[in-house]
């Protein structure tokens, strides 16, 4: 019995396609992966800080409560390197070198440890749980400038938008 040409082709394009999806589900799960509390723990323990390896309750347990912590909707420029740059840490007009041309927003949650001069961002991205997205060491007096903004942006807040942060 002969396999009619038509069918052959058919099929090699099927088999083509599993093999592209099978390649791309997998590079989609090393990506989205977040290894375990106590793998995450390790890493940070060793200074070896990842980009979308590593979660808000990670960071909590090794470093503690961090001196301001802040919730909101936030745009971040995305780089090459896979990291998001929150885009109040641009200068206003500008784009971050290695910039994409994309932008992540969403509920961006900053972690500001004063004593370490680290600024953490974490973003709650495709995935249910929040990764760190962004890390930079601060100056003492970038820090204080991030603070300041942040209160600044808070004073320029609507009431109404207050409420809705904080619902009673």
Not at 89 to 95: D, F, I, K, S, T
Not at 125 to 146: G, I, M, T
Request: proline share 7%; charged share 25%; hydrophobic share 40%.
């Amino acid at each position: 019995m002969t396999v009619p040409a038509r069918f052959t082709s058919v099929l090699s394009v099927v088999v083509a396609l599993l093999a592209l999806t099978s390649g791309a589900c997998e590079t989609y799960r090393k990506m989205v992966y977040l290894p375990p509390l106590s793998e995450q723990m390790a890493l940070i323990r060793n200074n070896d800080i990842r980009i979308h390896k590593l979660s808000t309750t990670a960071f909590l347990e090794m470093w503690g409560p961090p001196t301001y912590e802040r919730q909101e909707r936030t745009a971040f420029f995305v780089l090459d390197s896979g990291e998001y740059v929150p885009t109040f840490r641009v200068p206003l007009g500008e784009a971050p070198p290695g910039w994409t041309s994309k932008v992540a927003n969403g509920e961006g949650h900053f972690f500001l440890y004063e004593d370490r001069g680290e600024l953490l961002a974490f973003l709650e991205d495709v995935l249910p749980e929040e990764r760190l997205v962004y890390r930079e060491r601060l100056s003492p007096q970038d820090l204080d400038a991030v603070v300041k903004l942040w209160k600044r942006n808070d004073q320029m807040k609507l009431r109404l938008e207050k409420d809705l942060q904080h619902p009673r």
